[in-house]
């Protein structure tokens, strides 16, 4: 009977002991040696807790702060047929955000001389009335291409700035 007993607590100890588990440390133990473990927790660069799936990660973006005068470049007139234009990045930009009012999908490229341009392959393709910030380059030439005939006027517009 003692038997049954003692086989009967111990079974319930496997069944039910991983409802006791612990929390994952507030400190990265280290880094795993095998590449078949999954992660239960997620730590920041500095090796403290971020997330586990107890209480999940909060992802914070830096908010989006225009550079220089403030006003966009508009890009007047796009249609199926490429267009190229001059433009000039402020020094302190790191980041642009591009507004694609249109009501279809529009291409953009950054261009070496105002005789080369974008193509439907080629470039960045913004989503029609769309608007997205993405990291910037040194560009002294765009070239923009609408996929489809806009049904009225299409005038994408690119702001400068640091953040996003």
Do not use: H, W
Request: proline fraction near 9%; aromatic fraction near 6%; charge should be positive.
């Amino acid at each position: 009977m003692l038997r049954c007993v003692a086989l009967s607590i111990l079974a319930l100890a496997v069944l039910f002991g991983g409802a006791a588990a612990e929390a994952p440390p507030p400190i990265a133990p280290g880094v795993p040696v095998s590449v078949t473990l999954q992660p239960v927790a997620v730590y920041d660069k500095d090796g403290k807790l971020a997330g586990s799936p107890e209480s999940p990660m909060t992802v914070l973006s830096t908010p989006f702060v225009r550079s220089g005068t403030g006003d966009p470049i508009i890009f007047d007139g796009i249609t199926t047929t490429a267009k190229q234009f001059a433009i000039t990045k402020p020094a302190d930009a790191t980041s642009y955000r591009f507004v694609n009012p249109c009501n279809v999908d529009v291409r953009i490229r950054k261009v070496s001389s105002l005789s080369e341009s974008v193509t439907l392959r080629t470039g960045t393709r913004f989503l029609a009335r769309s608007s997205e910030t993405l990291g910037t380059s040194q560009p002294t030439f765009v070239s923009l291409i609408a996929t489809a005939a806009p049904t009225g006027e299409c005038a994408p517009e690119l702001q400068y700035g640091r953040g996003g």
